[in-house]
């Protein structure tokens, strides 16, 4: 059994700074991406950066120049690190995770953190 526990949301005001956490737990053969999305109500869920561990990034043209996706393979936790943050990036924030347990892999959701920049 996989968990992915996402931590580091909260509310900060324009131009500040958040480190989000996207932590995976149980039988944990791999890890070959990790995904973060954000959610606000009544718009679609957004792509904001993607990981493929040990290899490269992407990230949504919103974002890029000001958030960083990063790995910490020992501890089995990728971050987003968003800084100069805008009141457009208050949303809920996901992690998505394709994991081999074991007997092949798949994708993991967790339940998201909330992230609120007030201008």
């Known amino acids: 059994q996989v968990q992915l526990v996402e931590s580091g949301g909260g509310l900060v005001q324009a131009g500040g700074s958040l480190t989000l956490a996207c932590v995976a737990s149980g039988r944990i053969f791999s890890i070959y991406t990790v995904d973060w999305y954000r959610q606000t109500p009544g718009k679609q869920r957004e792509l904001v950066a993607e990981?493929?561990?040990?290899?490269?990034?992407n990230y949504a043209d919103a974002v890029k120049g000001r958030f960083t996706i990063f790995e910490d393979n020992a501890k089995n936790t990728v971050y987003l690190q968003m800084n100069n943050l805008k009141p457009e990036d208050t949303a809920v924030y996901s992690c998505?995770?394709?994991?081999?347990?074991?007997?092949?892999?798949?994708?993991?959701w967790g339940q998201g953190t909330s992230v609120t920049v007030s201008s």
């Open positions: 990981i493929q561990i040990g290899g490269s990034t």
């Open positions: 998505s995770a394709r994991i081999d347990h074991g007997k092949g892999s798949e994708v993991y």
